[in-house]
């Protein structure tokens, strides 16, 4: 019986892979779900609609390989330092931020 294999960081140690699947199973949904919505509202075809969400998507999905895959600290490698952290859940902060507002834009 073969075992799975567990992805690997930029250093070739293995790493969790749970965070980079929910992050991606998140993006999926809601690139696609309000995607092609937000593409109509703007004036865009439905065939631009899900290009442009598909394309959202894939973007994300590679933003989140890079930092949560390749980037990714190895497992024993212990806790990471409060400061990182924060500013990394900063600047995710920020980042909902403007996507929220950017959803907003249709209604106004």
């Known amino acids: 019986m073969n075992t799975p294999r567990r992805p690997r960081n930029r250093h070739g140690d293995r790493i969790d892979p749970v965070p980079f699947l929910v992050s991606v199973s998140l993006a999926f949904m809601l690139s696609l779900s309000l995607g092609p919505i937000y593409g109509l509202s703007y004036g865009l075809s439905l065939a631009w609609s899900l290009a442009a969400s598909t394309a959202a998507f894939l973007a994300l999905a590679a933003v989140a390989y890079a930092q949560l895959v390749r980037s990714a600290p190895p497992l024993d490698a212990g806790p990471l330092p409060v400061a990182p952290r924060f500013e990394r859940l900063l600047y995710a902060a920020i980042g909902f931020g403007v996507v929220l507002v950017a ?6």
């Open 103 to 108: 959803l907003t834009l249709p209604l106004v």
